[in-house]
């Protein structure tokens, strides 16, 4: 059974920093892209970032370039989204999703977390 | 990279047939065959429903099918049934090797 487990969510200052992660189990971890979408409070699905089963291709949505870095440790079958320079319309709950084309990106997840919570706060 | 079209709400009776709309344009929709939908109940995380225009994951009923005619995916839900009451999301590959998602669709089981 595919298990994604984010945490690291928690209430930050406008400007400050957070480091989410993303435990993964019952699959081939390092076989896979992975990506990270966000949904703001009442408000529709976004997404993030995406990065190859690798590590070594990132992809990022314009409104985050710059400011989060994605990264993976598949040794430890954990994914990584280091957020700087936080916003307050970066406040949202952060899903850790599976792609579902295997290590390539080409959109598209499968399994998804159940969330991170996200606060960014003056 | 702007949002996919869907429609904010669409509503049936049980046993009915819904159908919601997905307009991207040919960066996304109308380029690729890399359109998934999701279901998402209050709460809870977002469901894979369809992936790459037409297919269903396994344990998915038969009653949702996806299809695609040039910029605009489609989802039809037939027999509606009360469990089927979600907010429904589409989402495309793009051209710039991003994801973009519509806007949502809330469907209700009158």
């Known amino acids: 059974e595919v298990q994604l487990l984010e945490s690291g969510g928690g209430l930050v200052q406008l400007g400050g920093s957070l480091r989410l992660s993303c435990a993964a189990s019952?699959?081939?971890?390092?076989?896979?892209?992975m990506s990270w979408v966000r949904q703001a409070p009442g408000k529709g699905l976004e997404w993030v970032s995406a990065?190859?089963?690798?590590?070594?291709?990132?992809y990022y949505a314009d409104s985050v370039k710059g400011r989060f870095t994605m990264s993976r440790d598949n040794s430890k079958n954990t994914l990584y989204l280091q957020m700087n320079s936080l916003r307050a319309e970066d406040t949202a709950l952060y899903y850790c999703?599976?792609?579902?084309?295997?290590?390539?990106?080409?959109?598209?997840?499968?399994?998804w977390g159940q969330g991170t919570l996200v606060t960014v706060s003056s | 990279q702007s949002a996919l079209t869907q429609p904010a709400s669409v509503s049936g009776s049980p046993g009915q047939s819904i159908t919601i709309s997905c307009t991207g344009t040919s960066s996304d929709v109308g380029g690729y065959n890399y359109v998934s939908w999701y279901q998402q109940q209050p709460g809870k995380a977002p469901k894979l429903m369809i992936y790459?225009?037409?297919y269903r994951p396994s344990g998915v009923s038969n009653r949702f099918a996806g299809s695609k005619s040039g910029n605009t995916a489609s989802l039809t839900i037939s027999g509606l049934q009360g469990e089927d009451e979600a907010d429904y999301y589409c989402?495309?590959?793009?051209?710039?090797?991003?994801?973009?998602f519509g806007g949502g669709t809330k469907v209700t089981v009158l």
């Open positions: 990065i190859s089963s690798s590590g070594g291709n990132t």
């Open positions: 999703a599976k792609g579902s084309h295997g290590s390539d990106w080409f959109g598209g997840v499968d399994y």
């Open positions: 019952g699959f081939t971890f390092s076989g896979y892209a």
């Open positions: 989402s495309s590959y793009t051209s710039s090797s991003s994801l973009v």
């Open positions: 790459d225009v037409t």
